[in-house]
């Protein structure tokens, strides 16, 4: 079977090509303003591009219209995030949750957000929300995680990372940290052989090449440290 229109736009999307997707999905848009796929698909492809505003107006408008809002909304605080725009993420990903209050995935981006904007406390409150709804959702356990090593409790950060690691056994983030906080508490084997794994998911990350580089240090091997 042939593809839809939409469905050529969102291939076009997954494979780079953001020049086309957006042709595509803006005709698709400008056919029929009410077409909230159109308009999510169009918004999508002008966040690649790095129109803001745009971005963001499609995003409202496609949501507005869309019988799962939340999805929409949750990449709207995606877009704002990575434009630097926190507050107003921290806002979108607000709206998410209250418009799909059994959304794990709503709730632990809105606790990523509010721990970048170092509200702490409500940021562990959303990642419990999530958790309470997903015990293994992945993204929340590591924000707890990160919580728990913020405040120097690295024992508790470490299980919170194991779990993450137990309920996505590639996330980098997981192990990444996990690594970190075993360097803190001296476990340096069992921290390389962590951050050797994230090094693995993700070949040649800063963090993780400089989290293995600082271990190493700890341990006297300062050759490789610094290769």
Same mark, same amino acid.
């Given at each position: 079977?042939s593809m839809?229109? %939409?469905?050529?736009?969102?291939?076009?999307l997954?494979?780079?090509?953001?020049?086309r997707a957006l042709?595509i999905?803006?005709? &698709?848009?400008?056919?029929n303003?009410?077409?909230?796929?159109?308009?999510h698909?169009?918004?999508l492809? %002008?966040?690649k591009?790095?129109?803001?505003d745009?971005?963001?107006?499609? @995003?409202? *408008?496609?949501? *507005?219209l869309?019988?799962?809002?939340e999805?929409?909304?949750v990449?709207?605080?995606n877009? /704002?995030?990575?434009a630097?725009?926190?507050? &107003?993420?921290a &806002?979108?990903?607000e709206?998410?949750?209250?418009a799909a209050p059994g959304?794990a995935?709503?709730w632990?981006?809105l606790g990523?957000?509010r721990?970048?904007?170092?509200?702490?406390?409500a940021a562990?409150e959303a990642?419990?929300r999530?958790l309470?709804l997903?015990a293994?959702? *992945?993204?929340?356990l590591?924000?707890?995680?990160?919580?728990a090593a913020a405040?120097?409790?690295?024992?508790?950060?470490i299980g919170?990372?194991t779990?993450?690691?137990?309920?996505?056994?590639?996330?980098?983030a997981?192990?990444?940290?996990r690594?970190?906080?075993l360097?803190m %508490?001296?476990?340096?084997g069992e921290?390389?052989?962590?951050?050797?794994?994230a /090094?693995?998911?993700?070949?040649g990350h800063? &963090?993780a090449? @400089?989290?293995r580089a600082s271990t %190493?240090r700890?341990?006297?091997?300062f050759?490789e440290?610094?290769v």
């Amino acid at each position: 079977a042939s593809m839809t229109r %939409l469905q050529q736009a969102a291939a076009f999307l997954q494979s780079g090509d953001t020049a086309r997707a957006l042709a595509i999905a803006e005709a &698709e848009a400008k056919s029929n303003p009410q077409d909230a796929e159109a308009l999510h698909l169009m918004a999508l492809a %002008l966040s690649k591009t790095g129109d803001v505003d745009r971005a963001a107006t499609a @995003f409202e *408008a496609a949501a *507005a219209l869309h019988p799962r809002k939340e999805i929409i909304l949750v990449n709207l605080g995606n877009h /704002l995030k990575r434009a630097g725009r926190l507050r &107003e993420a921290a &806002e979108a990903y607000e709206r998410a949750a209250a418009a799909a209050p059994g959304s794990a995935g709503a709730w632990a981006a809105l606790g990523a957000a509010r721990a970048q904007l170092s509200d702490n406390p409500a940021a562990a409150e959303a990642y419990n929300r999530a958790l309470g709804l997903n015990a293994n959702n *992945a993204a929340a356990l590591i924000g707890l995680g990160n919580l728990a090593a913020a405040r120097g409790r690295h024992a508790d950060a470490i299980g919170s990372f194991t779990q993450a690691i137990a309920a996505d056994p590639r996330s980098y983030a997981a192990h990444v940290n996990r690594g970190a906080a075993l360097r803190m %508490l001296g476990r340096t084997g069992e921290a390389l052989a962590d951050l050797d794994r994230a /090094l693995t998911l993700a070949p040649g990350h800063p &963090e993780a090449a @400089f989290q293995r580089a600082s271990t %190493l240090r700890v341990i006297g091997r300062f050759d490789e440290a610094a290769v």
